[in-house]
């Protein structure tokens, strides 16, 4: 880890206001300990997905059973956000624990031009990994596209962002933002450290995973692949612990679905919101695919999932996908923010439970890094969330959620936090933070 590079003053900076957070932060799990075994880890992010598209947080139209029955047996959390309105800087706090005053970037991208994770960062995969997981994605990275193997952009570099260089052992899809949401594209990408799903390989570049069919006829629907590789790595993961994240690009523009059900006969409805309505739907049944594919290899007590989203939706006000909170992606308001949050865990989380404890993405990297049994990197701006999770313990609370690039912010305080805006912006914006991580 190099501690020693420009960013060492925000590192400074930031170390003092992160003892608050470190100090309450167990060195070892309880929770992991309970019996011996650690638990299995799987997030699963939709994108674009508002507070209000499903069932359970109030959606009247649009169908989404399997959710609202992971809700029901699970823990829903109804102050939970997302790290930003839009895809990278939120993808970029959820990887390292860092709010978007701290970590690499509070920008978004596209075309080749994306901000990037530096080699030097520290992702929850890497965190996990040294905890002894198998980790596996599938889906959309967002956090560097210069790579060795990729064959739209930048084809002769490697750059610091690459995916195979922030601790993946498998890796399927798209990983380009600009790429990811055409949903019938000539190829994909892959690797397999492993060899548990694919042809092993070493992983220190991407394969492209021909499409050919889809120049022809639209035979490959990306997000129906996504669940297959998914369900592909439980299947053969399942007998030890892994890590699986899976950002799946639905409901994202292109507004792209194979078949419009079940809402064919909607006849007031635009084609439009019956394919995003089709499009939500379909990833609620895979979802239900990945939760009962748990069941069947009996590790469904011995896995911990949460079901989110990356940031608010786009405007469909017949939907209300904001759930009634202000604005939507985009906008640095609690509809571009807040986002569903469901935990998952048969046994340990106690089903039908609400939570209204403050939080947001950079807190996964202290909670499973916990859950795994190890320290997370430090200083970070994440709170562990294992007390809320477990319903025990003491839950250490945030002062307030910072949200922001430049003026456009937002910040949300606790109930006890009185400072001024200004205060707590001296405290929340500084320089890119690079915690140190000690691998145990
Ligand atoms: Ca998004």
Redesign the pocket.
């Known amino acids: 880890m190099n501690t020693t590079d420009p960013t060492r003053r925000g590192f400074l900076k930031a170390a003092g206001l992160g003892i608050a957070a470190m100090a309450l932060r167990p060195a070892t799990s309880t929770a992991a300990k309970a019996d011996g075994k650690l638990p299995n880890l799987i997030f699963i992010m939709a ?2 997905l508002g507070y209000g598209d499903l069932g359970c947080y109030g959606q009247k139209l649009i169908q989404t059973p399997e959710l609202d029955k992971m809700c029901a047996a699970g823990l829903k959390l109804t102050r939970f956000h997302a790290g930003f309105p ?2 990278l800087p ?1 993808r970029c706090t959820l990887m390292t624990g860092l709010h978007t005053g701290h970590c690499r970037t509070n920008k978004n991208g596209g075309g080749g031009k994306h901000p990037m994770l530096k080699t030097e960062d520290t992702t929850v995969a890497t965190v996990l990994k040294t905890a002894g997981y198998t980790t596996a994605m599938v889906g959309k990275w967002s956090l560097g596209d210069d790579f060795v193997g990729c064959v739209k952009k930048h084809q002769d570099k490697d750059g610091s962002g690459a995916i195979y260089k922030h601790g993946w052992d498998y890796y399927y899809g798209e990983p380009n933002q600009t790429y990811c949401h055409r949903y019938y594209p000539n190829q994909l990408y892959s690797y397999d450290r492993t060899g548990l799903v694919d042809k092993k390989t070493d992983g220190d570049r991407l394969d492209v995973v021909p499409l050919p069919e889809n120049s022809k006829k639209r035979t490959h629907y990306t997000h129906d692949l996504l669940t297959v590789k998914a369900l592909e790595f439980i299947d053969a993961a399942k007998d030890k612990p892994f890590f699986l994240y899976v950002p799946y690009t639905i409901p ?1 523009a292109d507004y792209d679905v194979p078949e419009i059900e079940p809402y064919a006969k909607a006849a007031d409805w635009s084609k439009k919101e019956k394919t995003l309505a089709s499009m939500i739907t379909r990833m609620d049944r895979d979802v239900g695919r990945i939760l009962k594919r748990l069941t069947k290899h009996g590790i469904e007590k011995n896995t911990l999932v949460i079901f989110t989203s ?2 608010g939706p786009n405007k469909f006000p017949r939907f209300d996908s904001s759930g009634g909170l202000k604005g939507g ?1 985009r906008n640095f308001t609690l509809g571009g923010l807040r986002v569903p949050g469901i935990a998952y865990w048969p046994g340990t989380i106690k089903a039908g439970t609400t939570s209204d404890h403050l939080s947001a993405f950079w807190d996964i990297m202290p909670t499973f890094a916990e859950l795994g049994g190890v320290k997370p990197p430090a200083p970070i701006d994440g709170i562990s969330m294992v007390p809320t999770l477990l319903g025990k313990g003491a839950q250490k609370k945030h002062n307030y959620l910072y949200f922001g690039a430049g003026k456009n912010r937002l910040i949300i305080r606790n109930e006890h936090e009185k400072r001024t805006d200004a205060e707590i912006l001296k405290e929340a914006v500084t320089d890119v933070v690079v915690p140190k991580f000690t691998a145990k």
């Open positions: 994108d674009d839009v895809c939120a994202h990356d940031n992606k």
